[in-house]
């Protein structure tokens, strides 16, 4: 069974930055392709990025378009989300999860997605 174990979480005030890392075991990396998503407290979880196994890109919520950077390290197994410019309501529980085959169009939907991290904690604030 695969396993993902997001780390990178913190504080960090208004305008500033932090790198997410998803790193992936259990299974061949290369074949699936990795979603970034997040939960605030009361909200329902969205989706923020997914980067293909198939070298198809990757896709952004609009919310983060322009700020926050996904890439993929196939020799390491792991999958980073960069943020910058983060903002107050960027505040949440971020996870990685895989899914099969490659991002699509309709890559944001939670259901789509068999294998989930525990979550690591984002709070942006001054």
């Known amino acids: 069974q695969l396993r993902l174990v997001e780390s990178g979480g913190g504080l960090v005030q208004p305008g500033g930055s932090l790198r997410l890392s998803c790193e992936v075991s259990?299974?061949?990396?290369?074949?699936?392709?990795i979603g970034w998503f997040r939960q605030a407290p009361g909200k329902e979880r969205e989706g923020v990025s997914c980067?293909?196994?198939?070298?198809?890109?990757?896709k952004y919520a609009d919310s983060v378009q322009g700020r926050f950077t996904t890439s993929r390290d196939n020799a390491a197994n792991t999958v980073y989300l960069q943020m910058n410019n983060l903002k107050p309501e960027d505040t949440a529980v971020y996870y990685c999860?895989?899914?099969?085959?490659?991002?699509?169009?309709?890559?944001?939907?939670?259901?789509?997605?068999?294998?989930w991290g525990q979550g690591t904690q984002v709070t942006v604030s001054s």
């Open positions: 980067a293909s196994s198939r070298g198809e890109g990757t």
């Open positions: 999860a895989a899914k099969l085959p490659r991002c699509g169009n309709s890559w944001y939907p939670t259901n789509l997605y068999d294998d």
């Open positions: 259990g299974a061949t990396f290369n074949y699936y392709t």
